[in-house]
C-alpha cells in the first residue's frame, strides 16, 4: 500500500512529465506556425498576422516555462562543484538541502508574483496590436504562473523526500 506522500510523489512526477510535454508541444507548434507564416510569406506575399506576438507571447513563454518543473525533477540543471567537490558527502547532501529550501522560497515567492499578475492582465483583458488588429495575450500570462507552481511543487516534493518524510529517500527522484 502506497503512503499519501508516496502518491504525491507519483502526481508531483506525472506533472512534471506533462508539463515537459506540454513545452515539446509549444515548441513543435512553434516551429510549424514559423513555417508557415515564411512560406506564406515569400511565396503567396501574404504573411501570417501576429505572428511575431504570438510567438513571443505564447510558444516562447510556454517552452521556458513548462520544462522547468521536469528539469528540477530529473535533478537537470547545470552545477558547479568547484568549492564542494572535495566536501564529505554529508556536508554536500546539507549543502544541496540548504539550497532546496532556498528553491523553494524562491519558486513560491515567483509564483505568487506570477499569479498574481496573471490574475491583473486577465481581469485587464490585456491585448498586443498586431497588424491591423489585437491579439488577447493575457492567457499566456498564466504559462509562468503555472510553470513555477509546479516548481515550488517538485522542490517541496523533493525537500519531503530530503527529510525522510515522503516514504522514500532521493532516489526515487533522480
Excluded: C
Excluded at 521536469?70 to 549543502?95: M, W
Amino acid at each position: 500500500m502506497q503512503s499519501t506522500y508516496e502518491r504525491q510523489g507519483g502526481l508531483v512526477r506525472r506533472l512534471a512529465v506533462w508539463s515537459n510535454w506540454l513545452a515539446a508541444l509549444a515548441l513543435a507548434l512553434m516551429m510549424v506556425h514559423i513555417t508557415i507564416d515564411v512560406i506564406m510569406r515569400y511565396l503567396f506575399s501574404a504573411p501570417l498576422t501576429g505572428t511575431i506576438e504570438i510567438v513571443s507571447a505564447y510558444y516562447m513563454v510556454a517552452v521556458i516555462a513548462f520544462p522547468l518543473a521536469y528539469v528540477h525533477f530529473k535533478d537537470h540543471h547545470i552545477r558547479v562543484e568547484l568549492f564542494t567537490a572535495g566536501l564529505s558527502s554529508h556536508r554536500q547532501r546539507q549543502i544541496d538541502t540548504a539550497v532546496e529550501v532556498l528553491l523553494f522560497v524562491m519558486f513560491t515567492g515567483i509564483a505568487v508574483l506570477s499569479i498574481e499578475e496573471a490574475v491583473a492582465k486577465t481581469q485587464a483583458k490585456e491585448v498586443w496590436e498586431a497588424g491591423q488588429g489585437l491579439i488577447q495575450v493575457w492567457p499566456a500570462r498564466w504559462s509562468l504562473a503555472i510553470g513555477f507552481s509546479l516548481m515550488a511543487l517538485v522542490s517541496f516534493s523533493r525537500l519531503l523526500s530530503r527529510f525522510g518524510l515522503a516514504g522514500h529517500q532521493d532516489e526515487t527522484i533522480k
